[in-house]
């Protein structure tokens, strides 16, 4: 069977992320390097300062990095291609970019180089340098996600897609369900051979990119990046996940893995800010989200999201990335036509302000 190893990690110094790393190798499947081409893909929602929790933490890629190194890659590539980047990719914030010159790693802009794959039926464009490796490694970060409630490994592959490119899908696939199922199709075309996630320092409430960094101090990894992401949920919480629900259902059996380490009922955080915590399913609720899907044919049971005036600077990264083509500019604030809100909250993940809410 296969494993996923949860490890203690309390820090990001470069001693405990490296011992956290070993053990997590030495106690899963992890593939071996030596003479051979590396893609590591971290979660880069938008450049941003390490104390944010936004992206993978640098640290930790570096060590990662020291390791593929040490044994024996002899090429290592990092890409993503955030939504919120129209210039080249910029990954100074971060401070992904000193890291990767360090470890003599290259980085791939993938809006700039990209090919078209055929997922679906439909033709989308994927970053080039998926063909060109022999190894794929997806490095997530831990948080939370307004639309799928949990981000991790598998989801982490849709920035394989370019740029603003991401952002019609949310239309065709509008469910959590549909876009989940989406993502695995997604996932097998990544040909992912590892993954990580970064759980030192978390991010909880409203995730990906507005939440707030939550220390969890666990390093995971795993061959299986279902297992990983349903590990993920565990620890976070939840019950069930949308991408982890419709897996286990579509494909039985899929989430199935050893623990050799920590399992993650022992570490589950009672407290974390999870996607619609507290919230009760009320008859009027059901009621509601029952009518409005019979008007909708689809789930709009979910909360729309509420602009805040005042936080609002009118930099139109929301009005560009809107599926639905529901916002606009109109004297410095944003016009929101809110009949034609499909609930996908990517105007909520990239604003920097933090001037749109879901309650
Ligand atoms: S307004 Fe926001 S939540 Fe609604 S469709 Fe546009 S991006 Fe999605
Ligand atoms: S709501 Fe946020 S993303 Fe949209 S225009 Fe205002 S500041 Fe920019």
Not at 333 to 346: D, G, P, Q, S
């Amino acid at each position: 069977m296969q494993r996923c190893a949860i490890t203690k990690c309390n820090d990001y110094t470069s001693e405990s992320l490296y011992k956290a790393f070993n053990e997590i190798i030495r106690n899963t499947d992890f593939p071996d390097v030596h003479g051979k081409k590396v893609l590591i893909k971290p979660n880069i929602l938008s450049d941003a300062l390490p104390e944010k929790a936004i992206t993978t933490d640098a640290r930790a890629i570096e060590v990662l990095l020291h390791i593929l190194n040490e044994r024996g890659a002899i090429a290592i590539y990092i890409g993503d291609s955030p939504a919120t980047q129209t210039g080249k990719l910029s990954l100074s914030l971060s401070s992904l970019d000193k890291a990767a010159e360090r470890e003599k790693a290259i980085i791939c802009d993938f809006r700039s180089d990209n090919r078209i794959h055929e997922i679906d039926g439909l033709r989308l464009p994927m970053a080039s340098i998926l063909d060109n490796v022999d190894i794929v490694i997806s490095f997530a970060k831990f948080k939370t996600h307004q639309l799928m409630s949990a981000t991790g490994a598998v989801k982490n592959m849709f920035g394989t897609i370019p740029g603003l490119n991401k952002s019609p899908l949310h239309f065709r696939y509008r469910t959590p369900e549909s876009f989940a199922s989406f993502l695995m199709k997604l996932f097998d075309e990544c040909h992912v051979d590892y993954a990580f996630i970064d759980a030192v320092i978390g991010m909880e409430g409203p995730g990906p990119g507005n939440g707030d960094p939550r220390h969890v101090g666990l390093l995971m990894g795993s061959e299986n990046a279902y297992a990983l992401d349903k590990a993920e949920a565990v620890i976070m919480g939840y019950e069930s996940v949308p991408l982890i629900k419709t897996a286990e259902k579509l494909r039985p059996g899929i989430t199935e893995s050893e623990y050799p380490l920590i399992k993650p009922e022992e570490v589950i955080i009672e407290d974390y800010a999870r996607i619609g915590k507290g919230k009760k399913n009320t008859l009027r609720s059901i009621i509601g989200a029952s009518i409005i899907n019979v008007f909708h044919r689809h789930d709009y049971g979910r909360a729309r999201p509420e602009f805040i005036a005042d936080k609002c600077k009118a930099c139109s990264r929301c009005v560009n990335i809107c599926p639905a083509k529901a916002l606009s500019i109109e004297n410095g604030h944003v016009k929101f036509e809110k009949k034609k809100c499909i609930r996908c909250y990517c105007c909520h993940e990239v604003c920097p302000f933090d001037a749109i809410k879901v309650r």
